[in-house]
């Protein structure tokens, strides 16, 4: 029973073969005079304008990588090489460290950086205190779509709004957020926005949009013989194609849930397919979440932290984290592991959270992440183990 979707979701086959067939049949470097590399540049090219479409934006606005870490190391560094002393960026406690530490690093230029707190209580985000912290000084701000502990989902656009009011750039880490809600760069009009295809059923890699403006503006660290132009400059060395076919066949599945969620209809978009599919599965997540969050309420001793009123469930996704007193996460994991569920206990590189929660040194929290391929069997099967459990 996988119950770690935040750690990485599974795939549907179409996915593996994807990946299988492209290095059975066209396994090869890009650009050259043959015609498995010419597929592989135009494998490439589909997946991009599929990812276009998943994020809403233009193909050559998308940039493939490694995984969310490195492309947000490599666009620190690049977007850094402007910035010095009297500079300020502005993060949140809330977020991922892959959103903290990059940034962070800058301090060695002297850049200034300026944590927005969150409120203990209900974990969100304290805005008032975001905005007190952006000013004439900021540059940037950057900031989490859905926190991959708590499960809160921000206010981004409001963030997005209060970045560009000051002429800083806006920087979303919309990795724990994409399996749980559609993404729309262009509506938000975010600067960059950032992704990992292995967290909604693609194959481990990440995925960078910028604003057309903004690649062709910024200086990417690369290699002389890469080209100039956008969006390949900023993609370092060979990727993993493989992996990128992969992606291709995520954003198909994406949109055959869509097709599938309201009896097709001819002329739908994948744009608009996708929208659908969002909408689908929203429903079911928050139902389990609803079921979820109550049978663990009930149980003694347990402490949930973050958004636990129904009323507000639209400011959370299904990614629950709690305690439960005489019992640490990794001893609770390791039952629930042995019972053949999965679940991730620690602080899961939202080290900011763990510990203005006090919660590091005790071994952080068990995690509960739910997508929309679990059911609500599966909720009983958890709660029922739990309980069993704790006694
Ligand atoms: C919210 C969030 N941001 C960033 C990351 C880092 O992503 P990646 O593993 O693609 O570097 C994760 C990974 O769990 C995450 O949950």
Redesign the pocket.
């Known amino acids: 029973m996988f119950l770690d979707g935040?750690?990485g979701t599974q795939v549907p086959q179409r996915v593996i073969d994807a990946i299988s067939d492209y290095l059975s049949r066209n396994n090869a470097n890009t650009g050259g005079a043959y015609q498995t590399s010419r597929n592989t540049d135009s494998m490439i090219a589909e997946a991009r304008s599929a990812m276009a479409d998943f994020l809403n934006c233009d193909a050559d606005e998308i940039v493939f990588g490694a995984?969310?870490?490195?492309l947000?190391y490599g666009m620190s560094r690049a977007l850094g090489r402007d910035l010095g002393p009297g500079d300020e960026i502005v993060l949140t406690l809330l977020?991922?460290d892959?959103?903290f530490s990059p940034w962070k690093a800058l301090e060695e230029k002297g850049v200034v950086i300026r944590a927005a707190k969150f409120n203990e209580v209900d974990c969100t985000l304290d805005m008032a205190d975001l905005a007190s912290k952006i000013g004439s000084r900021t540059r940037v701000v950057a900031v989490?779509y859905?926190?991959?502990a708590v499960g809160t989902v921000n206010n981004v656009a409001e963030v997005v709004g209060l970045a560009r009011q000051v002429g800083a750039l806006s920087y979303i880490?919309a990795?724990?957020y994409a399996p749980h809600g559609l993404i729309d760069v262009r509506q938000l009009d975010c600067d960059f926005l950032?992704c990992?295809t292995?967290?909604f059923f693609g194959p481990?890699m990440?995925v960078l949009y910028g604003k057309r403006e903004h690649l062709k503006k910024f200086r990417p660290y690369k290699v002389r013989p890469n080209t100039d132009n956008i969006p390949n400059c900023w993609e370092w060395g060979t990727l993993n194609h493989e992996g990128i076919a992969g992606i291709k066949a995520c954003v198909d599945y994406w949109e055959e849930v869509g097709r599938q969620s309201e009896k097709e209809r001819s002329g739908q978009t994948r744009r608009e397919s996708i929208v659908r599919a969002h909408a689908a599965l929203h429903q079911h997540e928050r139902q389990m979440m609803e079921k979820m969050i109550a049978g663990l309420l009930a149980i003694p001793g347990l402490k949930l932290y973050g958004i636990t009123d129904p009323s507000r469930f639209e400011n959370r996704c299904a990614t629950i984290v709690v305690r439960i007193e005489g019992h640490t996460p990794l001893e609770l994991a390791t039952k629930l592991g042995e019972r053949g569920i999965f679940t991730w206990d620690g602080n899961?590189?939202?080290l900011n959270v763990t510990e203005q929660l006090d919660v590091e040194r005790l071994g952080g929290f068990l995690r509960i992440g739910l997508v929309h391929y679990n059911t609500m069997d599966e909720v009983d099967t958890l709660l029922a183990a739990l309980r069993e459990i704790v006694g």
């Open positions: 935040p750690g995984n969310m870490t490195t947000t977020d991922h892959a959103n989490g859905a926190s991959n880490d990795v724990h950032v990992s292995y967290k481990h990440g899961y590189y939202a």
